[in-house]
């Protein structure tokens, strides 16, 4: 039996990564760690490696228990694995609210534009004047010193302990959805209210995400715990496959986060 079976054809090359981290480790007795995974490739890390694996386990980081984006130490199962081994670092920066309007897109961008991938950054937080990134602590110096305004406002990154990373506030509205089939396609329509058409649409148009992945393809079959995101209409997701009606429709309970 393959594992690939068990993933999706695009999670595959991950799968391979995950695989060689894997094998590095149980080979050379050494800890491997990881960029920032999002919490799908955290899923397949914990797939792959598993929760009672004799030879060698794993933890997450990436700030605090609420994070989103974290880092994986993957070592021999004697390692103990403190927080300072994941090398992570929290940047906050202020902002005048009265002048300047920043939103996590503004943020990003500046990381983008600074030359950083996606993966060498963790959790982005803004509120009440000021802002928080989560990042490799090698990139820390690098970052105080080139990011220095974001639109028209001048900023100042200073390191802050993890004791002062804000809390992510999000509230999530649970909802029954009866539908035909699992095709991802059916799936938008039912949760954000359009026509099958507009969201066919939306997925050929490179603008619907599953576990953040652009997916193009409206046949994709939805499983348990998926994340979706349709630009402009916010965040879902799968939390349960709750069976059929004696119609042989799908139950689901499915979540919408509010924007």
Request: cysteine-free; glycine content about 6%; proline content about 2%.
């Amino acid at each position: 039996m393959s594992i690939y079976q068990h993933f999706r054809k695009h999670e595959h090359p991950f799968v391979d990564q995950v695989l060689s981290w894997k094998e590095h480790v149980e080979k050379t007795y050494t800890n491997y760690l990881t960029d920032f995974l999002d919490p799908r490739e955290q899923q397949i890390v914990r797939l792959i490696i598993g929760e009672t694996n004799e030879e060698i386990k794993f933890e997450f980081f990436g700030g605090n228990k609420q994070s989103e984006r974290q880092r994986a130490m993957i070592a021999p199962f004697y390692e103990d694995i403190s927080e300072e081994m994941f090398e992570v670092t929290l940047l906050e920066g202020t902002f005048e609210e009265k002048f300047n309007q920043l939103a996590h897109r503004d943020i990003l961008g500046a990381l983008m534009s600074s030359g950083i991938e996606r993966k060498k950054s963790g959790d982005i937080h803004v509120g009440q004047g000021k802002f928080q990134m989560i990042i490799t602590q090698e990139l820390a110096t690098y970052l105080k010193m080139n990011i220095t305004k974001i639109n028209r406002a001048s900023i100042q990154l200073i390191e802050k302990p993890f004791s002062a990373l804000m809390e992510k506030e999000e509230q999530w509205q649970k909802s029954t959805q009866i539908v035909s089939s699992l095709r991802l396609d059916v799936i938008v329509k039912e949760i954000y209210r359009m026509s099958r058409k507009d969201a066919v649409q939306y997925i050929k148009g490179n603008k619907v995400k599953v576990n953040f992945t652009d997916i193009d393809d409206p046949s994709l079959q939805v499983i348990a715990d998926d994340l979706i995101s349709v630009r402009g209409y916010g965040r879902s997701k799968i939390v349960e496959i709750n069976g059929k009606t004696r119609k042989n429709k799908m139950i689901l309970t499915t979540a919408r986060l509010k924007l």
